[in-house]
């Protein structure tokens, strides 16, 4: 499965596989909730965007070198329901530090963005929710995802296709994220969430990410049933505050 990968995705892939994990023991989280977020976020009349701090990308040109917990408290100002950190220190700038930094400095909740292929690598960082891709860890998604969930972490689960939603619906995840972009050639579709989207049940929080980045997309993806919207390099290409502001009225301003 993971030769058909695009070359940069496998090279974060053996990286996240060699990777050390520093860590004093297994970690417990009380987390924020997600869902009472999004929920906070429709009852104020937003969208409920999960903004990234994304210092830079295999996909994206340039980085931003800002301060993360500035960067972080722009996107809550912009009216961000959650936050997405890279702590990915190779391919994306990120780091276990600048998760703890902003995890500190806000009330929302923190989704650890990072490619988790071993249970210890649960153990880096305490965070609110963690990332699961379903085709980066294959079969060992239950055991993973079952051992998240011990910790007391939600766990996102990451999909890109109906076979991949089957995996992660079997092992019962609450929070799907469907990602547009195609690991194989790094292509971006947001048909690709409009396919997937309709065979997710009622009672599981649908998340679309990659490649969203106007609000005629926001709407596009809302109205195919999306709960709510990873973004990442449209909002830190520009202002933080004012493009998550922008994103999270999308529906309001139309």
Do not use: C
């Amino acid at each position: 499965m993971n030769d058909t990968l695009a070359p940069q995705v496998r090279s974060i892939l053996r990286a996240a596989r060699e990777r050390d994990v520093e860590a004093d023991g297994r970690v417990s989280v009380s987390p924020r909730s997600l869902s009472a977020a999004f929920a906070d976020a429709e009852a104020d009349g937003r969208v409920p965007i999960i903004a990234e701090v994304k210092p830079t990308s295999p996909t994206t040109e340039g980085e931003r070198h800002d301060d993360p917990v500035e960067l972080a408290e722009g996107m809550v100002e912009g009216g961000a329901a959650a936050l997405s950190v890279l702590t990915e220190p190779e391919h994306f700038g990120g780091s276990t530090q600048n998760l703890e930094r902003i995890r500190e400095a806000v009330d929302v909740p923190v989704l650890r963005k990072d490619f988790v292929v071993r249970e210890e690598q649960l153990d880096a960082v305490k965070s609110d929710v963690v990332l699961l891709i379903a085709r980066f860890v294959g079969d060992d998604l239950a055991d993973l995802h079952a051992a998240a969930e011990e910790r007391g972490f939600q766990v996102l689960v990451e999909v890109h296709d109906r076979e991949e939603l089957e995996r992660a619906l079997d092992v019962g995840a609450d929070y799907v994220g469907v990602n547009n972009r195609d690991l194989a050639k790094l292509e971006v579709d947001l048909e690709t969430f409009e396919r997937v989207a309709p065979a997710v049940p009622d009672d599981v929080t649908l998340i679309a990410e990659s490649g969203v980045s106007t609000p005629a997309d926001v709407r596009r993806m809302r109205e195919a049933g999306a709960d709510g919207l990873l973004v990442g390099s449209a909002i830190m290409a520009g202002d933080v505050t004012e493009t998550t502001r922008e994103l999270v009225n999308a529906e309001a301003a139309e």
